[in-house]
C-alpha cells in the first residue's frame, strides 16, 4: 500500500494502465478495514468491496493510488486511511504506471476499441464503429479519463458491466470498478486529480 489518506471529497483519480515508466515506490498492504458497511455485487469476493481501511503512505490527501498487483485502488483520505476499492486491471504488459491526472468524467461514455486493440482482439472489430453509452457498454456508468502531460493516454478508471471480474486482470489496460463503485468515485473525484500507478 501507499502512504496517505482519501477525503470522500478530495479523492483524486488514478491510473489506467499504458506502458511508461513505472513507479515503484515501496508498496505496503492496507491493514484491516476500519468499515465495511458497502453491499458486496453478487459474485464478487467480499475481499474486493469498498471499505475504509488503514492507510500508510507518502502520497497527499486526495490522491489516487492504484496498485495492480493487489487489484485495489485507494483513495488517499488526511486521517491515516483511505477508500479501498477492489478493481479489474489490464492484462500482463497492458497496465500503464506511474503518475497521471483526471482531466476529464464523462457519464455513460461511449466506448470505440483502438486499433491496437483490434489488433490483439480481432473480434472487437465489430465494435469498430463505436458503442453508445449505457448498460451494455463496456466502460459501465462512469468514466476517468487519464492524462499525462495534458495528452490523452487513453486509459481509463471506469465503470463495468461485468461486476465478476473485479480483481482480476482482464482488460486492455483500463481499470474497472464495479457501477456502484464508479459512480461513488466520480462523485467525489475531481478534475485534476493526481493518480498514481504502481
Same mark, same amino acid.
Given at each position: 500500500?501507499?502512504? =496517505?489518506?482519501? *477525503? %470522500?471529497? #478530495?479523492?483524486?483519480? !488514478? ?6 515508466? @513505472? ?50 485502488l485507494?483513495?488517499?483520505?488526511g486521517? =491515516?486511511?483511505? *477508500? %479501498?476499492? #477492489?478493481?479489474?486491471? !489490464? ?6 504506471? @506511474? ?73 486492455n ?23 498514481l500507478?504502481?
Amino acid at each position: 500500500m501507499i502512504n =496517505g489518506k482519501v *477525503t %470522500r471529497r #478530495g479523492l483524486m483519480l !488514478g491510473g489506467l494502465a499504458m506502458m511508461t515508466s @513505472g513507479c515503484g515506490s515501496g508498496v505496503r498492504q492496507a491493514m484491516a478495514p476500519i468499515s465495511s458497511a458497502f453491499a458486496v455485487p453478487r459474485g464478487m469476493d467480499p475481499r474486493l468491496r469498498r471499505q475504509e481501511v488503514a492507510y500508510q503512505g507518502s502520497e497527499a490527501p486526495g490522491t489516487l493510488v492504484i496498485n495492480t498487483y493487489e487489484r485495489f485502488l485507494y483513495a488517499v483520505q488526511g486521517d =491515516g486511511s483511505a *477508500t %479501498r476499492y #477492489g478493481i479489474a486491471v !489490464g492484462e500482463e504488459g497492458l497496465t500503464l504506471k @506511474g503518475r497521471a491526472t483526471i482531466e476529464r468524467k464523462e457519464e455513460w461514455p461511449s466506448w470505440m476499441p483502438t486499433a491496437s486493440m483490434i489488433k490483439r482482439k480481432p473480434r472487437l472489430a465489430q465494435y469498430a464503429g463505436g458503442v453508445p453509452g449505457g448498460p451494455n457498454n463496456p466502460l459501465g456508468a462512469r468514466a476517468l479519463y487519464l492524462y499525462r502531460g495534458g495528452r490523452d493516454t487513453y486509459f481509463r478508471v471506469h465503470g463495468t458491466n461485468e461486476p465478476w471480474l473485479i480483481g482480476q486482470a482482464v482488460s486492455n489496460g483500463c481499470i474497472r470498478l464495479t457501477n456502484e463503485d464508479i459512480l461513488y468515485l466520480y462523485d467525489n473525484t475531481p478534475l485534476g486529480t493526481p493518480v498514481l500507478i504502481v
